[in-house]
């Protein structure tokens, strides 16, 4: 009898073993992933695997399901490049070039970070015109137009958010650009 009882638990034990759903994720994608299978009640959890990054791992028996899940959210997302990280700031030669894709960047950032702050909005894309030919030649500037991409909360009114996010563009934007 004895015998069984371990045999039994040690069963158990090994049934209790947790699943790798996903790896090689940066911090902001793990976050993510986590917190959809969290609000859907899958149980998962994040290891960080050091310089690969961090794993999700799951029950086995939620696995299908959190699989499901991350294909209705199209997670996990593919990880951001930015611009200033396609002209660094300690390449050998900096041009004017890289330095005003650099600074548009990080207004691009800085805009989508706020925005994702709002109320109800879930994820957010700022896109600013680059008019990088300005000052070389002596040309005429061209207007700087900007673009947001804004994925909101389906209880959220529409008309209300865009007309919030429009004030919030160009009063964040009146003297930075």
Known sequence: MKYISLFL???????????????????QQANDVLAVLQRHNINAEKKDQGKTGFSIYVEPTDFASAVDWLKIYNLPGKPDIQISQMFPADALVSSPRAEKARLYSAIEQRLEQSLKIMDGIVSSRVHVSYDVDTGDSGKTALPIHISVLAVYE?????EIKINDIKRFIVIACKRTI
């Open 154 to 158: 389906k209880d959220i009114n529409p």
């Open 9 to 27: 638990f040690i069963l158990l034990l090994c049934g209790c073993k947790q699943q790798e759903l996903l790896n090689h994720l940066d911090q």
